[in-house]
């Protein structure tokens, strides 16, 4: 897992050949394990538990090996290191499961909000993927299912297939940027022990002296519900977006050429 800079992890940083033996299966596993049960899918599975519940600075193949009860060189008969680990990690959340079937829906605007929805609960499940830069991702069978479906439900739009994988990127980027901003807040209040409501109430006396003084005329009419915690800013940008779609496809629907 080689840093890019700060906290961040980038994928598709190791040896990408292994990566994708081990991902689609292609290379023999190890004739005999160092112990009875230990494999590759156990691996990635206690990776993803203790980034899910300690986030991905804490995966190590020590650490792992400590988790599994095995010596630390014995992770390495099925995994060549941490960068190809991540990529197999990425695989298994993203992924849709083996038997899942896909089919074009006949909505594509319930496809975007499930997609939309989907990635947001991804994230909320493991929000390690935050620190991921996926710039380079390694296509295994978990992430090919999961582009799949998207797709699938999409094909109604009526989309060029690079617009279609707009549309994905769009509502992706959306979603990451709101799990962000929610999976953040989370982290600095338990990182500092102040709430979020304290933080902001501490600001009060100052913000109220800077809005009376005339310099920031539109912040000081903002109503007083502008920042609430009730107003739901994924699903006002999701309705954004879809009307935004929608406003495409019946262009391209008028006027095909």
Not at 5 to 19: F, L
Not at 83 to 91: R, T, V
Not at 237 to 251: D, I, N, P, S
């Amino acid at each position: 897992m080689t840093s890019s800079g700060g906290d961040t992890t980038t994928s598709g940083s190791g040896d990408i050949v292994r990566s994708l033996e081990l991902l689609w299966g292609t290379e023999t596993p190890p004739s005999r394990g160092p112990r009875r049960g230990l494999s590759l899918e156990r691996i990635v599975t206690a990776a993803v538990e203790l980034a899910d519940a300690e986030g991905l600075g804490a995966v190590s193949m020590r650490r792992l090996s400590t988790e599994l009860g095995v010596g630390t060189m014995s992770l390495y008969r099925y995994v060549p290191g941490k960068a190809e680990l991540l990529d197999l990690m990425l695989d298994r959340v993203q992924g849709l499961p083996p038997d899942t079937v896909v089919t074009e829906q006949a909505d594509w605007r319930a496809a975007v909000e499930t997609l939309a929805r989907g990635h947001l609960a991804l994230y909320r499940r493991h929000p390690w993927l935050l620190k991921v830069n996926q710039s380079r991702t390694v296509l295994g069978p978990g992430t090919l299912r999961g582009l799949e479906s998207a797709l699938g439900g999409l094909r109604g739009m009526g989309l060029s297939d690079p617009e279609t994988l707009s549309v994905i990127i769009a509502v992706q980027s959306f979603v990451g940027g709101i799990a962000r901003m929610e999976i953040e807040a989370v982290e600095a209040a338990r990182e500092t022990g102040v709430s979020d409501e304290d933080f902001w109430k501490s600001q009060e006396p100052i913000l109220a002296r800077a809005m009376e003084g005339g310099r920031f005329p539109l912040m000081a009419q903002l109503s007083e519900d502008t920042f609430s915690a009730e107003f739901d800013h994924f699903a006002f940008g999701l309705r954004c977006l879809v009307e935004g779609f929608e406003a495409v496809v019946a262009r391209r629907a008028a006027d095909p050429s």
